[in-house]
């Protein structure tokens, strides 16, 4: 069974490409796609098995199949039987699993890097490393940056949408729960989609993925991505009561700095 539980279904494609066909045809040909990308590869060229399946006669499966062998609908070569869409969709599935371990391994680098930047003895108050000189009257301050938009600029270097980047959280979510797991796809956009607009985001939601659900922890994995939603409110709260730590140090130092340029400080 293949890892991925979901494929991308372009219904237009589908319903052009089968407009012609049969209702056996049809019915043959769902099964034997679905057979493909849950096996993620060529299936047997069983026509028993795949009667069994479709629930027709053999002698009437055989004839429907070598229908769709002809109009090369499906491809076989005897032993096993596979579709030309199917081949690259699987290997754009592993191009993408592939790019995804290595940003994945990039952001968990980045976050040791930092972990060990942390470590690093406390600036003093009067330190101009990190404050900032508070603007005069003639000055406007550099603006915020939106918070609320939500882009995948650390996975690649290039703004993506959200729904991308709910999908590409959905797809690593379902590769480290493992072989077997299979959340509803609905519902877990629709959770994975609360949690963005919370403001978790990739590497926030791996990290308490990991936590909550070690790799390789021997329990049947959950069928529902809700079952991760406490922890991720609990992280969310130790997030911004982090944020909020940090941004008072940052005031601090800033209004300190800013009376020592002025001399009110020696």
Not at 210 to 235: H, I, Q
Request: hydrophobic share 30%; proline share 6%; glycine share 6%.
């Amino acid at each position: 069974m293949s890892d991925t539980p979901w494929i991308k279904w372009y219904s237009a494609d589908f319903l052009n490409g089968s407009a012609d066909l049969s209702p056996n045809e049809i019915a043959i040909y769902i099964v034997i796609l679905c057979r493909i990308y849950d096996e993620d590869g060529p299936i047997p060229h069983d026509v028993q098995k795949i009667a069994r399946r479709c629930n027709m006669r053999i002698p009437q499966c055989e004839k429907t199949l070598m229908t769709l062998l002809d109009e090369e609908k499906l491809i076989s070569d005897g032993e096993f039987i596979d579709n030309k869409r199917a081949q690259k969709e699987r290997e754009k599935r592993r191009e993408t699993s592939s790019k995804q371990s290595r940003n994945s391994n990039k952001r968990w680098q980045k976050e040791g890097k930092k972990a060990n930047e942390n470590k690093d003895p406390v600036i003093p108050p009067q330190s101009q490393t990190d404050a900032k000189p508070m603007p005069t009257r003639s000055q406007k301050p550099e603006p915020e940056p939106d918070k609320n938009i939500t882009t995948t600029e650390t996975l690649s270097g290039d703004s993506e949408s959200g729904g991308d980047l709910v999908m590409e959280i959905f797809e690593a979510i379902t590769t480290h729960l493992g072989q077997g797991n299979n959340p509803n796809w609905f519902q877990g956009t629709l959770e994975i989609e609360r949690w963005i607009n919370s403001g978790i985001d990739f590497e926030t939601a791996m990290l308490v993925v990991r936590e909550v659900w070690p790799e390789d922890c021997g329990r049947k994995p959950p069928s529902t991505l809700n079952y991760f939603r406490d922890a991720m409110d609990r992280k969310l709260t130790e997030n911004r009561k982090s944020q909020d730590g940090a941004k008072e140090i940052a005031e601090a130092n800033a209004a300190v700095m800013a009376k020592y340029e002025q001399g009110e400080l020696h």
